[in-house]
């Protein structure tokens, strides 16, 4: 049955939505008549039924799992992070499955600019420790279903970095796109969780990734091979036979050098989830409404491509998409 909430927004049940929800509690040969006269709701329909449908429809938003976005940083920030979190905004809200906030804070608003117009450091870093401390302290993290890694940077504040990663040990889903992995360098139970540390990248370039695994969530609407524009990142400290990777290169991405190069993976950690792409840099790939103003290296089906990835990927840390891993050669 359709989804008939939507996360953050008053649930006006209409007629037509009363009767998906009769026919599908009570099957299709329910009989029953709605009338609308003079904006008063008239009908045959039981109040048992109709409070009934109102339940479902309560059921079905607090259902909804909870997913923390964060996107702060302390190292290199990317132009892209205000197009992730729209993105993934519009994800939640189109699929109704999961529903997102944010724990981000942007340098550039007018809050903390210092007296030179640029954004103060200081008051920056106490920003960022203040919503990490209110959203990722451990009774917080017993809220969420899931946290997503959007393109964060740097040692963040996290107020207790091990139970963070007990969270996710003893079930919590992880969900890491591009700079993820040039987070928490000098953590290693984070770069064990996540799977690998980003080492370096070279020029923005045109790839064919190779699908690896079409049953995947994350890449099952994707060909053989995906050809798309990105930073591409080399990573240290990747053990392919710790991780199920889903996408990847069979040569360097910027001099051509035969080898196995990763793109995306998945694993677990724990009896947790973990999803991660390394994929994510541009805002076009993204975002297929990605202003003129920006030039594309992406076209629009890309972007729709790597909304699907992302989202197939949060789909199945969750649970709420059916796939095991087959093995797979490791290279």
């Known amino acids: 049955m359709p989804a008939l909430t939507r996360p953050g927004k008053m649930n006006f049940i209409s007629s037509t939505q009363v009767e998906m929800m009769v026919r599908y509690m009570f099957g299709s040969t329910t009989t029953y008549m709605i009338t609308m006269r003079t904006g008063f709701f008239r009908g045959a ?8 449908a109102l339940a479902f429809a309560s059921f079905a938003e607090a259902a909804a799992k909870k997913v923390l976005v964060v996107t702060t940083t302390t ?29 981000r804070v942007e340098p550039n608003d007018a809050a903390f600019k210092g007296a030179d117009g640029k954004p103060d ?8 420790q203040k919503v990490l ?17 959007a393109n964060t940077t740097g040692d963040l504040p996290v107020p207790d970095k091990e139970a963070f990663m007990s969270w996710i040990r003893d079930g919590g889903a992880f969900v890491g796109m591009h700079s993820a992995t040039d987070t928490f360098h000098g953590y290693p139970p984070f770069i064990e969780m996540i799977g690998g540390e980003f080492k370096s990248h070279g020029p923005q370039v045109e790839v064919e990734a190779i699908n690896r695994d079409k049953e995947c969530p994350a890449c099952r609407h994707l060909e053989s091979t995906w050809k798309l524009y990105d930073e591409i990142y080399l990573f240290k400290s990747f053990d392919p036979t710790k991780v199920y990777e889903v996408l990847n290169l069979d040569k360097h991405p910027n001099d051509k050098t035969p080898g196995s190069y990763p793109i995306a993976w998945t694993k677990t950690y724990g009896r947790g989830r973990v999803f991660y792409t390394s994929l994510g840099h541009r805002e076009d790939i993204w975002d297929p409404e990605t202003p003129e103003s920006i030039k594309r290296m992406n076209s629009k089906e890309i972007a729709l491509a790597y909304q699907e990835h992302i989202l197939g990927g949060i789909k199945w840390t969750l649970g709420l998409e059916k796939w095991s891993p ?6």
């Open 133 to 149: 401390a209110e959203k990722m302290n451990p009774g917080a993290l017993k809220t969420y279903d899931a946290i997503i890694f």
């Open 45 to 52: 329909l039981s109040a048992g039924v109709l409070l009934g």
């Open 75 to 103: 190292g290199f920030r990317h132009s892209s992070i205000p197009t992730a979190e729209k993105v993934l905004g519009e994800l939640a809200e189109r699929n109704g499955d999961f529903q997102v906030e944010y724990a």
């Open 121 to 128: 450091k200081e008051k920056v870093n106490a920003a960022i």
């Open 326 to 331: 087959k093995p797979l050669a490791v290279e």
